[in-house]
């Protein structure tokens, strides 16, 4: 694609524009209909946790990802 270069931004062509702001917002809810249908999503629990060791720490990574672990950092 090539570069084009403008002395002066009045020299700038109009960005393309949508139709309406409904035709927006119905493209963002099929996208998120479609997000929906590969299935839920998982988020981290906030915060920092602290671990003694790797291998406790790797414990509850797994447990977290088999949905076993408790959400609210300690």
Not at 14 to 41: Q, V
Not at 43 to 50: K, S
């Amino acid at each position: 694609m090539p570069v084009r270069r403008y002395r002066h931004v009045a020299d700038m062509p109009e960005p393309p524009r949508f139709a309406s702001a409904l035709e927006g917002l119905a493209a963002a809810c099929a996208a998120s209909e479609l997000a929906g249908a590969f299935g839920a999503m998982r988020r981290a629990p906030r915060g920092v946790r602290r671990f003694r060791s790797v291998e406790e720490a790797d414990a509850h990574r797994q447990a977290w990802e088999a949905g076993d672990a408790e959400v609210r950092p300690s």
